[in-house]
């Protein structure tokens, strides 16, 4: 995006060349702005392609227009008849815009236009993620594209074993009662997990970890690490099936006898080595924090 500086520079003098010689305080402000117009329509591309993802990039852009838009006017409220050109925000605009479009084009292949080409595997005509044909013209995880006729057509399919767009599953079938339904869809009472998806019904306390279940330590206790739910409770951590859990002394977590966690297993701070709270000491917070 480095080339935008020269490209710009050229392209914008013509743009708002006088042939007064003398002092155009009014052209210097508006030359200024279509600067930071310039380098900011160029970050704004840099860092959706930096990144991969330049849903962001049309807010982005608007954000730096509407500054352009304000300086400019600002200067031909201030200067007025002292400015050597009028009402020509538009026109610089289209300028600024054509040259940012024109290299960004180039380094995309023209990506979003949606015509496949060159290294494109589609292009739906957009640089949205999620649709199927990635910001970047790749075809996302779980969908497939029609390229003929452009612009590229994408969708998910039920029944793949791969579990794209709004599938809540998908089992490799279109069978409705095995817990991953005929559209997808996680049925009533299952718990649906990977891809392709094994579907199963949850049986908490039976200490079998099972999809859908954070632990299983045999009970449909609380206070034990694994509650009710067999979900790892707050302070916890648990391994294993059947689940053994535990706090861990010095992680920040005040969980099970802990009498305080202030992220280490030093004695003398006032949460000692076996986070328990030290005579002459208070402890609030996580991690504690002892006074």
Same mark, same amino acid.
């Given at each position: 995006? =480095?080339?935008? /500086?020269?490209?710009?520079?050229?392209?914008?003098?013509?743009?708002?060349?006088?042939?007064?010689?003398?002092?155009?305080?009014?052209?210097?402000? =508006?030359? =200024?702005?279509?600067?930071?117009?310039?380098?900011?329509?160029?970050?704004?591309? @840099?860092?959706?392609?930096?990144?991969? &993802?330049?849903?962001?990039?049309?807010?982005?852009? @608007?954000?730096?227009?509407?500054?352009?838009?304000?300086?400019?006017?600002?200067?031909?409220?201030?200067?007025?008849?002292?400015?050597?050109? $009028?009402? &020509?925000?538009? %026109?610089?605009?289209?300028?600024?815009?054509?040259?940012?479009?024109?290299?960004?084009? @180039?380094?995309? $292949? =023209?990506?979003?236009?949606?015509?496949?080409?060159?290294?494109?595997? *589609?292009?739906?005509?957009?640089?949205?993620?999620? %649709?199927?044909?990635?910001?970047? *013209?790749?075809?996302? $995880?779980?969908?497939?594209?029609?390229?003929?006729?452009?612009?590229?057509?994408?969708?998910?399919?039920?029944?793949?074993?791969?579990?794209?767009?709004?599938?809540?599953?998908?089992?490799?079938? /279109?069978?409705?009662? %095995?817990?991953?339904?005929?559209?997808?869809?996680?049925?009533?009472?299952?718990?649906?997990?990977?891809?392709?998806?094994? *579907?199963?019904?949850?049986?908490?306390?039976?200490?079998?970890?099972?999809?859908?279940?954070?632990?299983?330590?045999?009970?449909?206790?609380?206070?034990?690490?694994?509650?009710? /739910?067999?979900?790892?409770? $707050?302070?916890?951590? *648990?391994?294993?099936?059947?689940?053994?859990?535990?706090?861990?002394?010095?992680?920040?977590?005040?969980?099970?006898?802990?009498?305080?966690?202030?992220?280490?297993?030093?004695?003398?701070?006032?949460?000692?080595?076996?986070?328990?709270?030290?005579?002459?000491?208070?402890?609030?917070?996580?991690?504690?924090?002892?006074?």
């Amino acid at each position: 995006m =480095k080339t935008l /500086t020269f490209s710009l520079a050229m392209a914008l003098s013509l743009a708002l060349v006088t042939s007064a010689g003398a002092q155009d305080k009014c052209g210097a402000v =508006k030359m =200024k702005a279509s600067g930071k117009k310039a380098a900011g329509l160029a970050t704004c591309y @840099a860092k959706g392609l930096a990144h991969g &993802d330049l849903s962001f990039v049309s807010t982005c852009t @608007a954000a730096v227009s509407g500054k352009f838009g304000v300086a400019f006017d600002r200067a031909e409220a201030k200067f007025g008849p002292a400015c050597l050109t $009028h009402t &020509d925000k538009g %026109d610089i605009e289209d300028v600024i815009d054509m040259c940012t479009t024109t290299i960004f084009d @180039a380094l995309r $292949h =023209k990506c979003g236009d949606g015509v496949v080409q060159g290294s494109e595997a *589609c292009d739906d005509g957009d640089i949205t993620n999620g %649709d199927g044909c990635s910001a970047v *013209c790749t075809i996302e $995880h779980g969908f497939y594209c029609d390229n003929s006729p452009p612009p590229s057509l994408c969708a998910s399919q039920c029944g793949d074993g791969l579990v794209a767009s709004n599938e809540g599953c998908d089992d490799g079938n /279109t069978t409705d009662g %095995d817990g991953c339904s005929a559209t997808c869809a996680i049925e009533a009472g299952y718990a649906c997990c990977g891809e392709p998806s094994g *579907c199963v019904v949850p049986s908490c306390g039976d200490a079998i970890v099972t999809c859908g279940e954070g632990c299983d330590d045999g009970n449909t206790l609380s206070g034990d690490g694994c509650d009710a /739910t067999c979900s790892v409770e $707050h302070g916890y951590g *648990c391994i294993g099936s059947p689940s053994a859990c535990a706090t861990t002394c010095g992680d920040g977590l005040i969980g099970g006898a802990e009498g305080c966690d202030d992220g280490n297993m030093a004695d003398g701070d006032g949460g000692s080595a076996t986070c328990q709270v030290e005579a002459g000491f208070s402890c609030a917070g996580e991690p504690s924090v002892c006074m």
